[in-house]
Structure formats: structure tokens, C-alpha cells
């Protein structure tokens, strides 16, 4: 049972290149989350998906793009990487809408450094 | 707005001892659902229980319980007997249900000492 599956794992990046992480879900939510994580500051929400063909603004969107490709999949593109964006990538889903209450189900986290 | 604390940064304690972490939270809503995740040292995050506003009956699981106070908007976390394998950060997080958002909190950093 793979869960929630994220590629890569981890990524060096030149600042001003572009990159799409990858997120994969089999579990048949209808919600999906990028989070970031940076020491101190916990997870901070980047973009979500409420159901397939939608996605909002979390708290941090900028620099961001999300596509949900399908119910399974939702990536995150930085189209011109910048320093601060080095972070851990956490992708995650949930059962059900937004407004569920039921649990968020996290991938195994991407590393990216941008030099 | 939701927000999550956790005041405790870090915590270490020895191997046996007992630990609680704090969480205090903040929210407008009447219904709300609180959660605890672990993060181990290899990375993932590790789902660890469920609570809604409606139930403030206090869970145990093994080592692991939990006292939900709606009086102090408090969700705090002990381990019993505690284990160097219960060293990990360990985030409490908040979701309303007029929301669509998982707020977080910091965190805490357990180390259990041999």
C-alpha cells in the first residue's frame, strides 16, 4: 500500500532553474496539499486541492504552481528557484472535502536545496 | 484565525522517564478537529490520533495518552515509560471544519536519552 509517493526525494538546484515535484496518491482522496517545512516554523501550507480541476492559495503560495493533473496526482512547479525556496516539500491528501475533519496522510517528504 | 502553539522547543529526557508535550490552540470554531503527528529522524510524517471538539474524552494508546481540555484550548501529549525510539519532532495541528487548512504547530524535539 504505497500511500502518498513524492519524486524526488531530493534535488540540488541553480537558482533560476525550474522544477515540478511530483505527487501521486492511491488512496482515493479527494483532497491533496503541498506543505513546506523550514526548521522552527513547522509545515506551512503552499497550495491545496479540494477535488480534481480545483486548487487554492495556502499561506505561502508565491514563487508556486500546482497542477491536479487528475484525482491521483498533484504537482508543484518552481518555475525560477530562488534561495528561500529551499525547504522540505511535503505532498499530503485527505478522504473526503476540505471541511471532512478526517486525517491528513503525508508522502515521505523532497528535499531541495537551491544554491 | 487558527493558530497553533507549542511552547516547548525542546524536551530530553532520560529512558523510562515520563514526558508530556503541550499544545495550545486557538480557533473561532465550534467544531474543530485536533491531531498529533510524529516525525522521526528518517523524515515522514506519522500520524498519531484524531480528536474532534465534540469528544473530551481522554484517549490511551499503549504509552501514548492524550488529555483534551476545551476549557484552556489545550491537546497536550504524554509518554509513559518513555523510549530512546520515541525520540522524534512532534507536531500538534488543527482543522476547522469551516476551513479547508491544517494549521501547525512548530513543533517539539524529543530526545530520549539512554
Known amino acids: 500500500n504505497a500511500g502518498v509517493t513524492q519524486t524526488p526525494k531530493f534535488q540540488v538546484l541553480k537558482t533560476g532553474q525550474s522544477m515540478t515535484l511530483q505527487c501521486a496518491q492511491d488512496?482515493?482522496?479527494?483532497?491533496m496539499y503541498w506543505y513546506r517545512q523550514d526548521p522552527g516554523m513547522g509545515l506551512r501550507l503552499i497550495y491545496y486541492?479540494?477535488?480534481?480541476?480545483?486548487?487554492d492559495k495556502g499561506e505561502v503560495p508565491n514563487g508556486y504552481n500546482v497542477s491536479r493533473l487528475n484525482k491521483r496526482e498533484f504537482s508543484l512547479r518552481l518555475e525560477s528557484a530562488a534561495p528561500s525556496q529551499t525547504s522540505v516539500y511535503f505532498c499530503?491528501?485527505?478522504?473526503?472535502?476540505?471541511?471532512?475533519?478526517?486525517?491528513?496522510?503525508f508522502g515521505e517528504g523532497s528535499w531541495l536545496t537551491v544554491v | 484565525a487558527q493558530k497553533v502553539t507549542q511552547a516547548q522547543t525542546e524536551i530530553s529526557v532520560v529512558e523510562k522517564e515520563d514526558v508530556t508535550l503541550d499544545c495550545v490552540y486557538e480557533t473561532r470554531d465550534t467544531t474543530y478537529y485536533l491531531f498529533w503527528y510524529k516525525q522521526p529522524p528518517s523524515g515522514e510524517l506519522v500520524f498519531l490520533i484524531r480528536?474532534?471538539?465534540?469528544?473530551?474524552q481522554n484517549e490511551i494508546s499503549g504509552r501514548y495518552s492524550w488529555n483534551f481540555q476545551k476549557s484552556t484550548s489545550s491537546f497536550n501529549f504524554t509518554i509513559t515509560a518513555s523510549q530512546v525510539v520515541d525520540s522524534a519532532v512532534y507536531f500538534c495541528a488543527l482543522s476547522e471544519a469551516s476551513g479547508q487548512n491544517f494549521v501547525f504547530g512548530p513543533g517539539t524535539r524529543l530526545s530520549v536519552l539512554p
Open positions: 486541492s479540494a477535488s480534481e480541476g480545483t486548487t
Open positions: 488512496m482515493n482522496h479527494n483532497s
Open positions: 499530503a491528501s485527505r478522504a473526503g472535502g476540505p471541511h471532512s475533519g478526517n486525517t491528513i496522510y
Open positions: 480528536r474532534n471538539s465534540f469528544d473530551e
